[in-house]
């Protein structure tokens, strides 16, 4: 076998994530002959590094990856070769820059604990009935730390590179995968207890495929949790009426924004059984008395909430 020199390592380790992340390669598909002893490897949880076959394993217990841009498990990498930051399309690099992942890498674990924890409550999940969990789009991964505390056995993604180096710092030890959940899922069926997808699928252009395919790889009695902003907000009739720009228009990566009635279609469609559906992520008002640990909230009322809760079953 030959041994590259470093210089050209580094070099085709450069070519290799310009062509198969950024072009977002599509699940390998495994046929007879040749790739059959390619998928065995893969399966197993073998990796390894295309441009010097230095050999690398996914953590004991994660599932084994199944596209080439898997590959690139964070902090999985040759020695020759650090990750410094993604290589995307200008478009992209352009929408989703540092500024657009602010909020989250700013948002604080008591944020994210009561953000997280009410969707857990509201999906009926806990790590004990529902160990192995897949954040897609984790973005900065806000959520991996209280996920972690609660016991979880985490695997989490996202599209963009730059996030996944921020969600590094917050969970080091949680495999962090980069590829578009807009060409599948790259997991053997029955892979995960729980998906969740916070703000995620109003990114996507074929947000059908991705409910299917979450569908695909959740086990029997699995769930995913699913959170979108709602086009029935009694705030964007108001925002029309007053001259304002409704919150869901403002973020121009927001190319499939859903209603109740869509959605829940959408998820029977990909085959859930069974979708708890609620409006009003947020209340409508609140107020709050640390000291006593007071809390008092009004809600929106049906289905004209300030986004979309939905917890769907397999």
Known sequence: MAVFPKPACYLMAL??????????????????????????????????????NTPRRAPRGYPAPTTPAS????????SYFSFKKGFMPPTEMQLYDEKYFAAQISKSDRKAAWQYGRLLR????????????????????????FLQSEGFRLTASDFIFFPLLEARKRAPEVPLLNFDLGQGLPFQPATFDVILAS????????????LAESYRVLAPGGVLLLTTPNLWDIRRGWAVLTGGQWSGYR?????????????????????FNSIRLKTGIK??????????????????PPLIGNGIMVAAYK
């Open 251 to 271: 973020d121009p990566t927001h190319i499939n924004l859903m209603d109740p009635r869509r959605l829940k279609r959408l998820l029977l469609e990909a085959g």
């Open 122 to 145: 509201y999906g009926r999940v806990a790590a004990t009935s529902h160990p192995r969990l897949l954040d897609a789009g984790c973005g900065a991964g806000p959520a991996l730390p």
């Open 199 to 210: 703000e995620v699928i109003e990114h996507l252009t074929d947000p059908a495929l991705f």
């Open 283 to 300: 209340p409508a008002f609140s107020r709050s008395i640390r000291r006593f640990g007071w809390r008092f909230e009004v809600s929106y």
């Open 15 to 52: 070519t290799f994530n310009f062509l198969f992340v950024t072009t977002q390669s599509p699940p390998l598909t495994p046929t007879q002959g040749g790739e059959k002893k390619q998928k065995k490897r893969i399966y197993r949880g073998t990796q390894r590094v295309p441009a010097c």
């Open 71 to 78: 590959f690139l498990y964070i902090g999985l990498v040759c």
